[in-house]
């Protein structure tokens, strides 16, 4: 009966602290739920109160500070990696088409691969790793200097200030900067394609041009802008609640990164399931 006694009080001891780690879950989501909503929410009254800060995080993300600023900021990163992950696409796709007889077929895959997956999905990444993790440590290291309690005191409103602020400076710095990462990619291609494997140029604009789709590209812009939306919102998220000092701004930057990692293929998958999930068939000719 002891032995009975001890297993029974362990089990319910089990089944007691996963019902505390539920409940602490259930709260963080529905914390995160609610900032989610009230940072989009601010972003009018950013719009509205705070123009010119909204221009400096812009051109902050556009072009860095400090060191980062040297090579080119989120620019320079962001077009490096398209740049290299087109190549990519272009050496993998002629080699595994060449085993089959179709080479020729290179252009088909850069335009189709390039602006489907490969394009938002690096340029979702170089954000995470640039824009998303600078601002996680920009906002947490002014929580724990008490920076936004001080903006409070002053009666100025926090979320719209620094979160509002940086979402809306996202959504007008992703358009250019993933214009120069489609545009990277496209030529990466055709440069290794072209002049480094020796396909001949007609051949390869040929087929580019003839399955490289204005909906898709449009489509693939829509992505990258809710990508940088997700990006924003989650390191700002994690950014402004930092706590435990310089430390615990360097995990809230790791568990930022972590999160808007997941949360880019995430967006990837489900709007790729959407927008070509129920296309069958693709038609080779033309």
Do not use: C
């Not at 740049?83 to 595994?96: D, E, H, M, W």
């Not at 895959?109 to 790793?129: H, K, S």
């Not at 003839?210 to 990508?227: C, K």
């Amino acid at each position: 009966m002891s032995v009975l006694g001890v297993a029974t009080g362990r089990t319910a001891h089990a089944v007691r602290r996963a019902g505390r780690g539920l409940s602490r879950a259930v709260d963080t989501l529905g914390r995160q739920v609610i900032f989610l909503i009230g940072a989009l929410l601010s972003t009018g009254r950013a719009a509205r109160h705070h123009p010119r800060e909204t221009l400096r995080v812009v051109s902050e993300i556009g072009l860095g500070t400090g060191v980062l600023a040297m090579v080119g900021g989120s620019v320079a990163i962001m077009g490096f990696l398209t740049l290299f992950a087109g190549a990519t696409v272009a050496v993998q796709g002629f080699t595994s088409l060449g085993n089959i007889g179709v080479e020729a077929l290179t252009g088909f895959l850069a335009a189709y691969v390039n602006v489907r997956v490969v394009a938002p999905v690096t340029a979702g990444v170089g954000l995470a790793a640039t824009i998303g993790a600078g601002t996680t440590a920009q906002l947490g290291a002014m929580r724990i200097s008490e920076e936004i309690d001080a903006l409070e005191v002053m009666a100025i409103k926090s979320v719209p200030y620094l979160v509002g602020t940086r979402i809306l400076a996202g959504l007008v710095a992703v358009v250019p900067l993933y214009s120069l990462s489609v545009l990277a990619s496209f030529l990466a291609s055709r440069i290794a394609t072209v002049t480094i494997l020796g396909q001949s140029p007609g051949v390869y604009d040929h087929y580019f041009a003839t399955f490289l789709r204005p909906t898709d590209v449009l489509w693939s812009f829509v992505q990258a802008i809710t990508m940088a939306v997700v990006v924003m919102t989650v390191h700002s998220y994690y950014g402004y609640t930092a706590t435990g000092g310089p430390s615990g701004v360097g995990v809230a930057t790791g568990r930022a990164v972590r999160m808007s990692l997941i949360a880019v293929v995430t967006v990837t998958l489900l709007i790729s399931l959407v927008l070509y999930g129920s296309s069958r068939q693709l038609h080779l000719a033309g």
